[in-house]
């Protein structure tokens, strides 16, 4: 077993440690605080090919693989969770499904202008009555001679009044549940499509979220992905590396509480020591290592099965699941070790408190992760 990651790895690791110390730790608290998108920034990002490792060369990646991709995830998460967002629509879950799902045809046309950075994907599954129950979707998708007509709302999605293309889903045949739902390629300017971006969210400020309404849009025919009735195999086809990614968002912003608390117990005095001197705020700072760490081999072992070509559902769930958590708990421990600093914005620790709380919620709470988890584990697997 070799824990050492390779050459490669470790040039992309230190490339996106040194974009993110020039590029967005100077301005991670102001995007949040003025709600700024950087477009730019993620313009650059794509430049650069923080999006591209996992994709094949024709269509512009760099064959790199998930495990780099889980690297630029983790680094972009460690400096702002706002931007690292954006990283699944970029290099996640839309054109992962695209990758896996697609015609040739819709595969050439749009995964390079998004592994690029040049255009941006959404992924819009969630509805204001249908989230975890992603088989009660009610937006409608009713074929009508050359196109669909979708009528319908989509609620918290990434992206949604500045996406240029994106994965929708919708109900086919409202009769059914699962079986009823089709997945679509949708395009920000198609008539009948508004983009509404959600103002004053209390965390990830700086990502894009938003609502989706269909009126009567249009979508043609050759935009729907793979055949009718498809749609739950190919968002949960999908759902696997989105996880892997939020897993590994998860870890960065844990590894963030671990940072800051070290750096705030090396300097902040009381009673004429350090405040890491005492025994019970090493205790939170000992949880806090050692958990993040345990995050970090269980999400790198998912990529590496995934660069393997090995099954890694459970795998990634196990990691979603344990990360996210263990970042929830790395983040509390990071503010008791700050005390009433949490609260001023001379630190970072008040944005991670106010971001973290999407890793447990995000491509499934954790109460679905663990269903998932118990299910495998009992053989009842549906
Ligand atoms: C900033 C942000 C960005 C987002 N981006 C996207 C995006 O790009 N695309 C997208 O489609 N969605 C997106 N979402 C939505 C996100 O995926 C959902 O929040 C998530 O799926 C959970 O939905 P919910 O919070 O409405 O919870 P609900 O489904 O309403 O559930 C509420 C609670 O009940 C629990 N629960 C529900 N059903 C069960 C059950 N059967 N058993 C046990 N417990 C259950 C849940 O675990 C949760 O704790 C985003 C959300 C945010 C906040």
Redesign the pocket.
Known sequence: MDFDLQTEHIQIRDTVRKFCVNEVIPHAEQWEKDETFPRDIIKKMGGLGFFASPFPEKYGGTELGFLANIIVAEELARASLGLA?CL??QSG?CPMTLLLNGSEEQKEKYLPGIISGEKLG?????EPNA???VAGIETKAILDGENYVLNGS??????ASVFDAGVCFAKTDPSQRHKGLSAFIIEGDMPGLTGIAEKD?L??RS?D?GQIVFEDCKVPKENLIGEEGQGFKIAESSLTYGRANIAARSLGIGQAAVDASIRYANEREQFGQKIGAFQMNKQIIADMVAEIDASRLLVYRAAWLQDQKRPSSNESTIAKFYASEAAVRAVIGAAKIHGAYTYSSEYSIGRLYRDVM?MT????????QR?IIANNALGWKK
């Open positions: 967002c699944n629509m879950t959404c992924f819009a599954v969630t989230a975890t129950d989509k609620m918290w999605i990434t992206h969210k965390g990830c990502s979220t999407l919620a995000g491509e499934g709470t954790s109460n679905i269903i």
